[in-house]
């Protein structure tokens, strides 16, 4: 089992909990240094970028099990790759886990504005929720 660190619409436990199965996700503050989240050009969800200076406040899910990986990969579809990256948690201390980067031949794809979980909650998570396929496909798929 490996450990994830969900820096969009995965912070929100009841879509985690939807994406990946996972009966009760909790997780844990954490940033990620010299990286960017930025919106995805016309949608709610962001996209992560390295970007030095920069740093991704986000919430770090322990111990997902394979099943969970296997939902997340296909939720996440071909724009992002699975990568690992150093976190940095609540005590100081630094952990690797696994993330979704916006793979670089893809970046374009990206506005030049930070994604912030606020503004998703405030203008953006129901409309996600009721039009984003991906979301709805694995909300319904089995297991």
């Known amino acids: 089992m490996q450990d994830l660190f969900a820096y969009g619409t995965l912070m929100c436990a009841d879509i985690m909990r939807a994406v990946s199965g996972c009966p009760d996700p909790a997780g844990r503050t954490g940033l ?3 990286h960017s989240r930025l919106y995805v050009r016309g949608e709610h969800y962001p996209g992560l970028v390295p970007r030095p200076g920069a740093s991704v406040e986000g919430i770090v899910y322990h111990a997902v099990p394979a099943d969970a990986w296997v939902r997340l990969d296909r939720f996440e579809g071909d724009l992002y790759v699975r990568a690992s990256v150093d976190v940095e948690l609540a005590d100081a201390t630094i952990h690797r886990v696994q993330t979704y980067l916006v793979r670089s031949e893809l970046s374009g794809c990206l506005e030049d504005r930070v994604w912030e979980l606020e ?6 998570k129901a409309e996600f929720e009721s039009a984003y396929a991906g979301y709805a496909a694995l909300v319904t798929a089995p297991g």
């Open 119 to 124: 503004d998703f909650l405030r203008h953006g």
């Open 32 to 34: 990620l240094r010299n």
